[in-house]
């Protein structure tokens, strides 16, 4: 069993920065695929960024929804069992309440990565409003 536990979320501007970081429970969590969802109100639950290994696991490699590339950086410090969205340039579209999830064992790619199914472990979710 893992637990994730996030933080950071809050009230922000248009433009604004903010860091959601996420603590998780585990010895391995280095081996640990991790990532972040969000849903905003009256919508699905969509995907935002992840961290995964690759299928011969010597590397780490990062996915990015489309419409936050270049805006959003998912980094890990496995020393503190802790991964981390950096949200730079934010709109008020990216208002939504934020999941950090994780995967123990198992291989994505691509899309696979983007998957809701392929988490195990979601947590509480924070919210993160960013006004115009």
Do not use: H
Request: aromatic share 14%.
């Amino acid at each position: 069993q893992v637990q994730l536990v996030e933080s950071g979320g809050g009230l922000v501007q248009a433009g604004d920065s903010l860091r959601l970081s996420c603590a998780a429970s585990g010895r391995a969590f280095s081996y640990y695929a991790m990532g972040w969802f969000r849903q905003a109100p009256g919508k699905k639950r969509e995907f935002v960024a992840a961290n995964t290994w690759s299928r011969d696991g010597t590397y780490l490699i990062a996915y990015a929804t489309d419409s936050v590339k270049g805006r959003f950086t998912i980094s890990r410090d496995n020393a503190k069992n802790t991964v981390y969205l950096q949200m730079n340039s934010l709109k008020p579209e990216d208002t939504a309440v934020y999941y950090c999830v994780s995967r123990v064992g198992g291989y994505c790619s691509g899309n696979g990565c983007y998957d809701v199914q392929f988490y195990d472990y979601w947590g509480q979710g924070t919210q993160v409003t960013v006004s115009s």
